[in-house]
């Protein structure tokens, strides 16, 4: 086979294979193995799939290896030699005539804050997967069906450690959004600046439903693309899950997602090699071509769950600059003490007045900025969803952020200092962090703009040599003082212009050294932010808590025509007095985000999210008399139910949902004591949750756990793989009113019915609800369990319903 990256840029499409876990039901394996063991044990199986699929005309081939990390393995398989087997399996069967991707599928684990695992333990495990993969003969790696952003890029930077071929991702989402809150842009975004070849979403849906995430991931999008859709909704027929979209008709439903671009087709659960066959019919001698984006290049940074694209062309963005120890003792002596609560108190703030990236700084002394800078940048990746500028001349705490960050942060900054281009460059490339580039060599300050200019070119074309490309950069114009320099404004300006037109750049600059030394500081900076965004300034790095410069950067974004319709400036300054700027409690859409609320009670806390105030805000509260019981009563179950509302109406994702969860979990665990005193704690009603025999995946289970805790239930968690006679004993023990079943796999969801069966023989008073990636409400209804769920909200109003009824 010709090398896959060059194969990707001739002008035709391509198929991959189909779903393997239907097939591999078809050929002998049981219900609740994995697909994994039993491959390894049946090779001449799979080999048997893998060359179905070719001949049906797919040209990439999928190892059987999408559970293939130590997470999910058996222990009695090694990961290295499994996946170098199933891999030379599917070389076998590919030989000449199509390529073999290395599948690596997620870990079912969560990344800290939202999981117990650090980043790096992730990328350990992928690298133990794709080692394997690389030596078994594959040709590309295949991450897939990913629904997290920080496991995304753990797998893409795993692969980069261990290898050279390309790597492919492809994402799953729910109505708009993967499950941690990711969307279809800002995963394309951070994808781009790690610098994948080929970006995808599979799964989730049919062919019909993924047109929209498709259409969201078009904007910006300059990598080819592909679409592995399932064949429809699973359904159940007897003890047998089955996909209704048969293979005529998903060949009809995939032709709108070929006409929007994709360079590849392929099939996810329930599709067949009839279903790639008639894929490959709709692009048969179809030319292809990488379609435009509409919006032109720009760097974008982003968080988890937020994009924010920079460039000349777009309005101008605010980097806030408040987190920064420099003159600040109440924050300095926090960071000393590795305390973060006046840093929160800062994002929120500079969020509220409209930043759209915060910088953070926390070079204090006494500080280890190596332990404090990952810290940080990790408790405020889970709080806010405005991504981050990592601001730090120390390239070790640098790079432990950039390992724990769960997207593309800023990195600021890159100099001329000898060797921190190849130190640091480097890095960001890696991790697909853009970056400031500043034009400093040594301690000399370049004045003029000709001297400023020929350290950038110089800087750029170092950033050449190291393969950096340039939407990873942007340009530091490097304000100086008026007050002894007058030039020092003009000079900035033709930086600023000369980036732009000469080189397409986005540039940035610090507003506030303008005006050192003069006084009305403000008004100078404001003028200067005026003047900088009409040669094309595209982010400042300021204070947005500075009326009057939000005030001239609102105005000019009209006056410049980025403003379409005038609809921000009208939005926030309708009801506009002089001097007054936007009224107080208004909801900015500066940054696409609703205005912070001050955290003075406990249940905004828990609404907030606010872990680290909510227990002093209790002991304000008992302070003033108030019974503990009345705090859980009116406050803080309360305060959950309006976060779990938030989260049904999308206006909160996980991270927020596990961040509320975790507060109210901190508030009760100091009640607790007092509530035991006072009588006793209430009675709870008791559930025992439990992932189905057979399937070891457990993250909605936890969820759903923590919310039913949180909701007032005394909550049994028998873990993962548990037969239904061990299920129902636990229920009988301990006097259960709900069984909570949770099941991610189709192999497995079948196993649900036994314990539902069980109950029901047993004669117990127990009611069961159900839940799960695959599970419908029609299967819940068919084996007759009790109630169903689609997610951990709604899991605990069936749970209240149920143990009514119980």
Not at 203 to 210: K, L, N, R, V
Not at 546 to 562: F, K, N, T
Not at 657 to 666: D, F, V
Not at 798 to 805: E, M, N, P
Request: hydrophobic share 40%.
């Amino acid at each position: 086979m010709p090398d896959f990256r060059r194969f990707l840029k001739e002008n035709r499409m391509f198929a991959f294979d189909g779903g393997m876990g239907t097939l591999l039901q078809a050929r002998g394996l049981q219900p609740g193995q994995s697909p994994e063991s039993f491959g390894i044990a049946n090779p001449e199986v799979v080999i048997g799939i893998h060359r179905d699929y070719i001949q049906a005309g797919a040209k990439v081939v999928t190892t059987n290896t999408f559970g293939g990390t130590a997470f999910k393995l058996d222990p009695s398989l090694d990961p290295v030699h499994f996946n170098r087997e199933m891999a030379a399996a599917a070389r076998k069967a590919a030989g000449d005539h199509a390529f073999v991707a290395g599948d690596v599928g997620p870990t079912g684990k969560f990344c800290k804050p939202l999981g117990e695992y650090d980043f790096r333990e992730l990328v350990q495990a992928f690298k133990q997967q794709i080692t394997g993969l690389v030596q078994g003969g594959a040709d590309l790696i295949l991450v897939e069906t990913q629904f997290d952003l920080a496991e995304c890029r753990a797998a893409v930077i795993a692969a980069r450690e261990v290898c050279d071929l390309p790597v492919a991702v492809s994402m799953t989402f729910e109505e708009g959004v993967s499950l941690t809150g990711t969307t279809p842009l800002t995963y394309v975004d951070t994808m781009q600046n790690l610098g994948v070849e080929l970006i995808g979403t599979n799964c989730s849906a049919g062919p019909e439903g993924m047109l929209k995430v498709v259409e969201a991931m078009l904007p910006r999008l300059r990598t080819p693309f592909f679409v592995e859709p399932n064949a429809g909704l699973p359904e159940l027929e007897g003890d047998q899950t089955v996909f209704r979209l048969g293979p005529e008709d998903f060949a009809e439903q995939i032709k709108p997602l070929v006409e929007a671009g994709a360079k590849a087709v392929g099939g996810c659960c329930g599709t067949t090699p009839e279903h790639i066959r008639c894929a490959c019919s709709v692009f048969a001698d179809r030319a292809w071509s990488l379609p435009e984006a509409p919006e032109p290049s720009c760097l974008v940074v982003t968080s988890r769950s937020q994009s924010v694209a920079v460039a000349p062309h777009l309005s101008s963005k605010v980097i806030g600059e408040r987190i920064n120890p420099t003159g600040k003792k109440v924050l300095t002596a926090e960071l000393q003490a590795g305390q973060y609560t006046e840093a929160f108190r800062l994002a929120k703030e500079q969020i509220a007045s409209g930043a759209h990236i915060l910088d953070v700084n926390v070079g204090a002394p006494m500080v280890d900025e190596t332990q404090l800078l990952p810290d940080l940048s990790l408790a405020l990746g889970s709080r806010v969803q405005a991504p981050l500028c990592l601001d730090s001349t120390n390239i070790d705490a640098l790079e432990a952020a950039l390992n724990v960050y769960p997207g593309s942060p800023l990195v600021n900054s890159i100099s001329g200092e000898p060797g921190r281009m190849q130190k640091l460059g480097p890095l960001c490339k890696h991790y697909g962090a853009p970056f400031i580039l500043l034009p400093l060599l040594g301690r000399k300050l370049p004045v003029t703009a000709v001297d400023r200019l020929k350290v950038i070119e110089q800087l750029l074309l170092e950033a050449d040599e190291l393969g950096i490309p340039r939407h990873l950069i942007m340009v530091d114009a490097l304000v100086l003082t008026v007050s002894s320099k007058p030039e020092a404004a003009k000079a900035c300006l033709e930086v600023i212009r000369h980036c732009r037109d000469e080189w397409g750049l986005a540039t940035v600059c610090g507003l506030s050294n303008i005006s050192f030394g003069l006084p009305a500081r403000e008004l100078l900076n404001a003028s200067f932010l005026v003047m900088g965004m009409t040669q094309g300034l595209s982010a400042f790095i300021a204070n947005p808590g500075s009326q009057r410069l939000m005030e001239s950067r609102a105005s000019s974004e009209v006056l410049l025509d980025r403003d379409p319709q005038a609809r921000d400036f009208v939005a926030n300054y309708a009801e506009w007095k002089p001097s007054g700027g936007p009224l107080p409690g208004r909801e900015s859409n500066m940054n696409g985000q609703r205005s912070s609320v001050a955290v003075e009670t406990p249940s905004q806390a828990v609404i907030t999210g606010a872990k680290d105030e909510v227990v002093a805000l209790v002991k304000v509260e008992l302070d003033k008399g108030r019974d503990p019981f009345d705090i859980v009563d009116s406050d803080l179950i309360p305060a959950i139910t309006e976060v779990g509302e938030k989260y049904e109406k999308k206006e909160y994702f996980l991270p927020q949902l596990l961040q509320s969860a975790e507060t109210m979990q901190t508030a009760f665990e100091h009640l607790r004591p007092l509530l035991e005193s006072e009588g006793g704690a209430k009675e709870k009603t008791c559930v025992v949750m439990a992932t189905v025999e057979g399937d070891i995946h457990d993250i909605g289970k936890n969820i759903v756990t923590l919310m039913l805790q949180n909701n007032g239930f005394e909550v049994i968690d028998l873990g993962k793989d548990v037969p239904a006679e061990k299920i129902v004993a636990t229920a009988r023990e301990h006097g259960a009113r709900v069984i909570g079943l949770s099941a991610l796999m189709t192999t497995t969801m079948v196993r649900m019915e036994e314990t539902v069966s069980l109950v029901r023989e047993q004669g117990l008073d127990c009611k069961v609800m159900v839940g799960g990636a695959v599970v419908t409400e029609e299967y819940a209804d068919r084996i007759g369990a009790d109630g169903y769920s689609r997610d951990a909200v709604e899991a605990v109003k069936i749970a209240k319903k149920l143990s009514q009824r119980a």
